[in-house]
């Protein structure tokens, strides 16, 4: 027997903002969050000097040390995030985080880069243990969000840390669901986060992947235009809770949309290079899961990365599964990549779109690409469009794939 899987709390900090009515004003506005990093000037080799900060997040008198000592700004970002979702949900104090009725499923890139380079630093430079703390490595695993949450929230259920680099947030919120759907979890804190710095430029920087237009920071990424020359790093955290059905209904709670359908994959082909077919079979997995047909679906949230292979192949599976008609667009054109997090950022800005019944365009898409697939892309001012079914796809490195579909809730 499954069960339906309700979205019953969402929030995020990203560099458009903390709040969906900042994100929303921003967005409306083709405000774009890119930036100058002044201090990335100083290493030599380095193309891009552009990033995309989180907005500022105070913390609040209760994070205090003792809580707090096991993370770095990656876990904070996460806890923060996560506390605001379930505050939404009318669920802070229940009883549902303690009594092992709830689960965890989040990820990131990686743990926090500054307790890496502190951790290593006493280990390989100083090759002395003296004043070594242990909170360096527990800020740096990989899994430091997933357990940091269970740690600072109490909560007893399973946790299932999805760290699958720019997938980790779509997967959190898709092993998420299946967790609920499959009777494992009453509820689940799911979703994604990550921390910017200068080491996750340089990967994508050795590659020639960014964007080097540093003089011009407003005017980049541009995915999907002929003259995209690369992403921008972003950071920022997303956290969805995701509950059975009809515990939502039984606690009155709000229901923000339904998750309809899941699908995920392994190219199985290369590690970096993306592959076209990979990213249509996960497209066509998660409509089958959802019991859709391609004609249901009304938006298409891209993973849009304005890199060259990267919109190339993703625009080509999408045009192979829904042809010209569907409207696409990508929340990276205005607060960048942020990695972990853009699964459970962009999931979360995409209901709240299709609450608005409006869809941002991709920002600085003048010309569309020839060679992307050719389809309703949002340019200029937006769309107003009211559909009962929304997608947002993510790909990540390691030919990792992740399609998801939310439905609108209009009750029972």
Not at 6 to 21: E, K, Q, Y
Not at 52 to 69: D, E, G
Not at 195 to 222: G, M, W
Not at 299 to 315: C, K, M, S
Request: glycine share 10%; net charge positive.
């Amino acid at each position: 027997m499954t069960r339906r899987v309700v979205v019953t709390g969402m929030a995020g900090i990203s560099p458009l903002g903390n709040r969906w009515p900042e994100v929303f004003k921003n967005l409306k506005a083709n405000k774009s969050a890119v930036q100058v990093m002044k201090d990335w000037k100083n290493l030599t080799g380095l193309l891009t000097c552009l990033g995309a900060p989180a907005r500022k997040f105070p913390l609040p008198s209760h994070y205090v040390r003792q809580k707090i000592r096991t993370m770095g700004r990656v876990s904070l970002l996460a806890v923060r995030a996560t506390e605001m979702a379930l505050e939404s949900a009318g669920l802070l104090g229940h009883s549902i985080l303690t009594n092992g009725e709830m689960g965890i499923a989040y990820g990131s890139t990686t743990g926090s880069p500054p307790a890496v380079v502190d951790y290593f630093q006493h280990i390989y430079l100083n090759k002395n243990l003296k004043g070594l703390s242990p909170f360096p490595y527990i800020q740096m695993m990989s899994h430091t969000c997933a357990t940091n949450l269970g740690q600072f929230f109490e909560i007893k259920g399973r946790i299932v840390p999805t760290c699958s680099a720019c997938t980790s947030g779509s997967q959190g919120i898709g092993y998420g669901y299946e967790a609920v759907k499959y009777g494992l979890q009453k509820a689940m804190v799911v979703g994604g986060a990550e921390e910017l710095h200068i080491t996750d430029a340089i990967v994508f920087d050795i590659l020639y992947a960014t964007s080097t237009r540093n003089r011009s920071p407003k005017t980049v990424p541009r995915p999907f235009d002929e003259s995209r020359d690369g992403l921008v790093i972003g950071e920022g955290a997303g956290t969805l809770i995701l509950e059975e059905l009809e515990h939502a209904l039984s606690r009155k709670a709000e229901i923000f949309a339904e998750v309809a359908g899941y699908g995920t994959n392994s190219d199985g082909k290369h590690m970096t290079n993306p592959s076209s077919e990979g990213m249509e079979q996960a497209i066509r997995l998660s409509l089958k899961d959802a019991g859709a047909d391609a004609s249901q679906i009304g938006y298409v949230n891209a993973h849009g990365t304005a890199t060259e292979l990267g919109d190339i192949a993703e625009t080509q599976a999408t045009h192979r599964v829904f042809g010209e008609r569907i409207p696409i667009s990508t929340l990276k054109s205005y607060m960048g990549h942020t990695l972990g997090a853009c699964g459970a950022l962009e999931a979360w800005m995409t209901l709240e779109m299709m609450r608005e019944n409006w869809f941002c365009p991709t920002l600085h898409l003048r010309r569309v690409d020839p060679r992307c697939g050719a389809l309703a892309y949002i340019q200029g001012e937006g769309l107003h469009l009211k559909t009962d079914y929304v997608m947002s796809n993510n790909f990540a490195f390691g030919g990792v794939n992740t399609s998801l579909i939310f439905k609108r809730w209009k009750g029972r």
